[in-house]
C-alpha cells in the first residue's frame, strides 16, 4: 500500500508503470474536462508519472506546467517525460505536499488532481491551498475512481461519496460547483467535481 502512495525504489518505478495503465482513462477524461486559457498556467497536485500533465501539455498551447508530488522518484520521472514533450510551456515540477503548495496566490488559472483526493490526511487544507493558488475565474477539478465492483483496495461505489463529500467541502470555499460523472467501463468510472473561483479571468 505504502508504493501506491508513495513510490520509491526499483519497485516504485513499476507502480508508477502499473499507475500510468490503470489511470490512462481517467487521465484523459480529467484533461479533455480542462480548459485554460492559450498561454496559462496549470498545476497538478500529486501528479505521479506525469501522464496527465504531458497529455495536457501536448494538447494545449500553455504557458506554464507545474506540480507538486510527495515521491522525489516521480517527480525526477516525470521531469524526464515532460523534458522533451511539453512544447514551449516552462516546467516546475517539485517535491512537495497538497497542504503546503509552495506557490503564490493566484498563480494558476487551472489546478488539479487524478485520483490523490482520497490520500491526502488533511482534505481541508489541501483545498484551501489549492483555491488560493487559483487565479479569479479559474477552475479547480478533483478526478475520483469510481470502482464498481469490490477490490483490494477501495470497496465498490466509493468513490460517489467521496465525490459528494468533495463537492461540499469545495462550496464550503465559495466555489461554484458541479460533478459529472464518465464511465469508462462496467467496472470503473471517474467523477469529475469541479468547483470555479469567482471572479474574471
Not at 48 to 57: D, I, R, V
Not at 72 to 83: G, H, I, P, S, W
Not at 160 to 183: I, M
Request: charged share 25%.
Amino acid at each position: 500500500m505504502q508504493q501506491t502512495e508513495r513510490p520509491h525504489g526499483a519497485f516504485g518505478v513499476v507502480m508508477g508503470w502499473l499507475m500510468e495503465g490503470l489511470n490512462a482513462p481517467q487521465n484523459r477524461a480529467t484533461v479533455d474536462a480542462l480548459d485554460p486559457p492559450p498561454g496559462g498556467a496549470v498545476l497538478e497536485v500529486g501528479f505521479g508519472p506525469g501522464h496527465a500533465l504531458e497529455m495536457l501539455a501536448r494538447s494545449r498551447p500553455l504557458g506554464l506546467v507545474a506540480g507538486v508530488d510527495h515521491s522525489e522518484l516521480m517527480v525526477n520521472a516525470a521531469r524526464r517525460r515532460l523534458d522533451r514533450s511539453r512544447g514551449a510551456a516552462a516546467l516546475d515540477l517539485r517535491v512537495g505536499e497538497a497542504g503546503e503548495l509552495p506557490f503564490p496566490d493566484e498563480r494558476f488559472d487551472a489546478v488539479y488532481a487524478v485520483n490523490s483526493y482520497h490520500q491526502w490526511p488533511d482534505k481541508e487544507d489541501a483545498l484551501a491551498e489549492m483555491t488560493g493558488v487559483l487565479k479569479p475565474g479559474g477552475d479547480l477539478l478533483l478526478s475520483i475512481r469510481d470502482v464498481r465492483v469490490e477490490g483490494r483496495f477501495e470497496p465498490a461505489g466509493n468513490g460517489a461519496q467521496t465525490a459528494k463529500s468533495a463537492a461540499e467541502l469545495l462550496r464550503e470555499f465559495g466555489l461554484q460547483v458541479r460533478t459529472r460523472e464518465v464511465t469508462h467501463s462496467a467496472k470503473r468510472a471517474t467523477f469529475l467535481v469541479r468547483g470555479r473561483k469567482s471572479g474574471r479571468l
